[in-house]
């Protein structure tokens, strides 16, 4: 009886990731806000706390929560977690590809997490997002997406924790649908 109690809770994904580096646009593109590919970055505003909608994941009633990444909102999740990272089913961490400036913090923000996500939902599913992969960007020499992942690919190591990754922009929204396997 428990088991099945168990199965019908309602599924948590949490997206997480600095400011500005897309989360509530790619949730625009699930919820149905977005439906079209545009031709310019959609106008948006920052995300003040925690936003809760609720998507078809797999076919799942899930709840997504979408935790704004400006500093306050930061420091209030790390201080205090067990607000926010408990019962994690899958925990999708965006990194903005074309952000030289943010990617030491982001590496900060994202170690700070996983220490917690560890703690509060150890079997939560690990999915990195580097997006704004735009078709027309040209990454030069400061490959953000390599110098993220060799920064935090040992402490995933060490702790045996397995991810997946996918470049994602809002100039293709397959890329995001794949993502969230809403497409193949
Ligand atoms: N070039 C480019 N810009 C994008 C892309 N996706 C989103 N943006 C732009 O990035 C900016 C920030 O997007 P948001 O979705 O608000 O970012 P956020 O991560 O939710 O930010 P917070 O709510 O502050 O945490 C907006 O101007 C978007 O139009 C993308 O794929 N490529
Ligand atoms: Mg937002």
């Given at each position: 009886?428990?088991?099945?109690?168990n199965?019908e809770?309602?599924?948590k994904?949490?997206i997480m990731g600095?400011?500005?580096a897309?989360?509530?646009?790619?949730?625009d593109?699930l919820?149905?806000k977005?439906?079209?590919?545009?031709?310019?970055?959609?106008?948006m505003?920052?995300?003040k706390g925690?936003?809760?909608?609720t998507?078809?994941?797999?076919?799942?009633?899930?709840?997504?929560?979408d935790?704004?990444?400006?500093?306050?909102?930061?420091?209030?999740?790390?201080?205090n977690?067990?607000?926010?990272?408990?019962?994690i089913?899958?925990?999708?961490?965006?990194?903005?590809?074309?952000?030289?400036?943010r990617?030491?913090p982001?590496?900060?923000?994202?170690?700070?997490?996983?220490n917690?996500?560890?703690?509060?939902?150890?079997?939560?599913?690990?999915i990195?997002?580097?997006?704004?992969?735009?078709?027309?960007?040209?990454?030069?020499?400061?490959n953000?997406?390599?110098?993220?992942?060799?920064?935090i690919?040992?402490?995933?190591?060490?702790?045996?924790?397995?991810?997946i990754?996918?470049?994602?922009?809002i100039f293709?929204?397959?890329?995001i649908?794949?993502a969230?396997?809403l497409?193949s």
């Amino acid at each position: 009886m428990d088991h099945v109690e168990n199965e019908e809770q309602p599924i948590k994904l949490v997206i997480m990731g600095m400011e500005n580096a897309g989360k509530t646009t790619i949730l625009d593109v699930l919820t149905g806000k977005i439906r079209e590919t545009p031709n310019k970055p959609p106008s948006m505003n920052p995300t003040k706390g925690v936003e809760r909608s609720t998507i078809l994941f797999f076919q799942k009633e899930t709840k997504v929560w979408d935790l704004g990444g400006q500093e306050t909102y930061r420091n209030e999740y790390l201080s205090n977690p067990e607000k926010y990272f408990h019962t994690i089913s899958f925990f999708f961490y965006v990194v903005d590809i074309q952000d030289y400036y943010r990617l030491v913090p982001s590496v900060m923000y994202f170690k700070g997490i996983f220490n917690l996500i560890k703690k509060y939902s150890p079997d939560a599913k690990l999915i990195f997002l580097f997006h704004k992969t735009d078709p027309d960007y040209i990454p030069d020499d400061r490959n953000l997406k390599s110098k993220f992942l060799e920064k935090i690919e040992p402490g995933l190591k060490l702790a045996n924790t397995l991810y997946i990754k996918y470049d994602t922009t809002i100039f293709d929204i397959k890329s995001i649908k794949i993502a969230f396997g809403l497409e193949s």
